[in-house]
Nanobody
Framework: QEQLVESGGGSVQAGGSLRLSCVSS?????TGWFRQAPGKEREGVAA????????YADSVKGRFTISKDNANLNTLYLQMNSLKPEDTGMYYC???????????????????WGQGTQVTVSS
């Protein structure tokens, strides 16, 4: 059974940075990060789709960067800079076979999920 384990969450002040990591038990070419704030739907934040192309939600463009560890492609990162209070939420990594991933930012494109890591940004 596939496993994805996130880490790196924490509490920071607005303007600060965090780097999230996600280690998967197997390699997936198509992976993404989602977040869910209390009382809100889970939303796509960033993704690596077919061909290694990246996709970002408008709300994080220019601030977040998704990447994979070149030495270990089973590890996915999300570098988050210039954090805002509205970035607060539980962050999840997701993965699937690229044949099932199109936009990369839709929840139902992914079949494998981690348990999440909490990010809290205070003003």
């Amino acid at each position: 059974q596939e496993q994805l384990v996130e880490s790196g969450g924490g509490s920071v002040q607005a303007g600060g940075s965090l780097r999230l990591s996600c280690v998967s038990s197997n390699y997936f070419a198509c992976t993404g990060w989602f977040r869910q704030a209390p009382g809100k739907e889970r939303e796509g934040v960033a993704a690596i789709v077919r061909g290694g192309n990246t996709q970002y939600a408008d709300s994080v463009k220019g601030r977040f960067t998704i990447s994979k560890d070149n030495a270990n492609l089973n590890t996915l990162y999300l570098q988050m800079n210039s954090l805002k209070p509205e970035d607060t939420g539980m962050y999840y990594c997701a993965a699937n076979f690229c044949g099932k991933v199109f936009t990369g930012l839709e929840r139902d494109e992914y079949g494998y999920w981690g348990q999440g890591t909490q990010v809290t940004v205070s003003s």
